[in-house]
């Protein structure tokens, strides 16, 4: 199992980008599928971006066009590019690994991210 570790929030103002990291501590990270999510303040976790082992991404429609998820299997470490961003972007971010559909999921800490000007 992996231990995951989010960095690169921040404070950026609407109309920024900001890349999130997170990097996996364990074996077989190329095993994994990985993903993106995000929890506002008195909201539910949503997903924001999954990218499995095998290469598929899948993306929340508020974000398609906005966002790339994409990971370096040699770094252990998967990233979220994201550009445009919105004051709704503000929410604490989750990376989240999980080995199989039928896999218990990991998580990281997270790191927040503020949309403001």
């Known amino acids: 199992q992996v231990q995951l570790v989010e960095s690169g929030g921040g404070l950026v103002q609407p109309g920024g980008s900001l890349r999130l990291s997170c990097v996996a501590r364990g074996s077989h990270f190329w095993l994994y599928d990985m993903a993106w999510y995000r929890q506002a303040p008195g909201k539910q976790r949503d997903l924001v971006a999954a990218?499995?082992?095998?290469?598929?991404?899948n993306y929340a429609d508020s974000v398609k066009g906005r966002f790339t998820i994409s990971r370096d299997n040699a770094q252990n470490t998967v990233y979220l590019q994201m550009n445009s961003l919105k004051s709704g972007g503000t929410a604490v971010y989750y990376c989240?690994?999980?080995?199989?559909?039928?896999?218990?999921?990991?998580w990281g800490p997270g790191t927040q991210v503020t949309v403001s000007s």
């Open positions: 989240c690994a999980k080995l199989g559909p039928f896999g218990s999921a990991t």
């Open positions: 990218l499995s082992s095998d290469g598929n991404t």
